[in-house]
Every structure is written in structure tokens, then in C-alpha cells.
């Protein structure tokens, strides 16, 4: 069954950041060849795991002092964060990340938006 976005959330240690519109995760494995001399197909073996997130919102760096200016601070910094990703009320992804990236557009036409790059580093868990 389907499920809405509306209940998704980011959180940054145990602060939800506001104004997020929407956030992404990518998961990744190295797959490592293991193909022999004489083979006719391909063969692989499981390597590492890695992953990384987006999110994108509306600019409130100023007011939000503990989610989106947090971000900011650790980017600046380069400073670990605490990384949960809603997807709906109970359920998440959790785990630690660098901000890879921060964005700021400020179209004349648009409301001004923000945009977050996180590297995760070690595991990820799902809750």
C-alpha cells in the first residue's frame, strides 16, 4: 500500500528541521569482479556499503536555530551531525553524516530555498 510524504520529517540530533519540502536517501554496493580466466559470465562478490541523503526546503536558517542553522554550523565546521529520515510518524532511517554540501537559491520571482547534501559514515539503520 502506498503512503503519503506529508508525515516524513528530517531531524538533526533531536531537532526537526522546518520548512523541509522534501529529502532523499541513496544507498550504495561496491560489487567487486571476481571473474576468472575461462569464464563465460561475470561473477561478483558483495564489497562496501555506502550512502549519502538530499534534502531541499524553504530558507529559515535564520529563525531555525537548532535544525537548518545546525546544519549550517556543522558544514562550516565539518562537524558530524545525528541524521534521521522520516518516513512516515514511526518509521526512519538514522545515522551519521557529514553535510557534504549546503545551497542557498534566491530567485526574484520565488520564495528562497535551501538545499543539504549529507555523506553518511558507517552504518545505517532502519527503525
Known sequence: MAISGKSGKL????????EIKNWSLD?????IDTTALGDEWK????GLKEWSASAEGSWNIA???MGQKAIQDAYL????VSLKLYVDATHYYSGD???????IEDPVDDTVNVSFEFQGTGVLAYT
Open 27 to 31: 544507498l550504495g554496493l561496491d560489487t
Open 43 to 46: 561473477t561478483f562478490i558483495s
Open 11 to 18: 531531524v538533526i540530533g533531536t531537532n526537526t528541521v522546518t
Open 97 to 103: 553524516a557529514y553535510i557534504s554540501s549546503l545551497g
Open 63 to 65: 529563525v531555525d536555530t
Open 77 to 80: 565546521s565539518g562537524s558530524l
